[in-house]
T-cell receptor, first 114, second 109 residues
Framework: IAGITQAPTSQILAAGRRMTLRCTQD?????MYWYRQDLGLGLRLIHY???????GKGEVPDGYSVSRANTDDFPLTLASAVPSQTSVYFC?????????????FGPGTRLTVL | GQNIDQPTEMTATEGAIVQINCTYQ??????LFWYQQHAGEAPTFLSY??LDGLEEKGRFSSFLSRSKGYSYLLLKELQMKDSASYLC??????????WGAGTKLIIKP
């Protein structure tokens, strides 16, 4: 693994179903983030984690949950998907212990909820 | 509220120079980032400014004026591969990134 990986690459999901988007990084970054990107809007932060064992809510957390059991993994769960959650989801990580906090992104998951 | 403004779309000619502007209003300021995003791909880091002035990296330069809440990304010697969206983002007082909607840059031969 090099950098950040996300799975699946894309998914079509029926409304009401539960779905977990996976994110793994091998850079030993302490901080990780989940964003959604919709046409015409900037990236919007869903949830974040500053370090393993802690999580926080971003700008648009409703309908989503996260966990951070270890440094490398940061899964995002949609408990009961709705069509408004159709979007491209990006996971990112950064080393926020000093320096510029530059965020590095995974390749994204394109999710369609019908 | 917090706001990042940048033009929706710009067009430029191969070999020319283009300047993409970004204005921001955030609660606190801990730096400004520019990212490049090709269609269907992830954003990739281009530059970071936290002090006023110009940062140069090859064909790309980024400028910041904190007093004016203003930044620009300057791309020189444009190549067709520079066709992409350019995202401006500010880090607020909570060290969270606030993102603009992005500027789609179209390069014509």
């Amino acid at each position: 693994i090099a950098g950040i990986t996300q799975a699946p690459t894309s998914q079509i999901l029926a409304a009401g179903r539960r779905m977990t988007l996976r994110c793994t990084q091998d850079m030993r970054h302490n901080a990780m983030y989940w964003y959604r990107q919709d046409l015409g809007l900037g990236l919007r932060l869903i949830h974040y984690s500053n370090t393993a064992g802690t999580t926080g809510k971003g700008e648009v957390p409703d309908g989503y949950s996260v966990s951070r059991a270890n440094t490398d993994d940061f899964p995002l769960t949609l408990a009961s998907a709705v069509p408004s959650q159709t979007s491209v989801y990006f996971c990112a990580s950064s080393d926020s212990t000093g320096g510029t906090d530059t965020q590095y992104f995974g390749p994204g998951t394109r999710l369609t909820v019908l | 509220g917090q706001n990042i403004d940048q033009p929706t779309e710009m067009t430029a000619t191969e070999g020319a120079i283009v300047q993409i502007n970004c204005t921001y209003q955030t609660s606190g300021f801990n730096g400004l980032f520019w990212y490049q995003q090709h269609a269907g791909e992830a954003p990739t880091f281009l530059s970071y400014n936290v002090l006023d002035g110009l940062e140069e990296k090859g064909r790309f330069s980024s400028f910041l004026s904190r007093s004016k809440g203003y930044s620009y990304l300057l791309l020189k010697e444009l190549q067709m591969k520079d066709s992409a969206s350019y995202l401006c983002a500010c880090m607020d007082s909570n060290y969270q990134l606030i993102w603009g909607a992005g500027t789609k840059l179209i390069i014509k031969p």
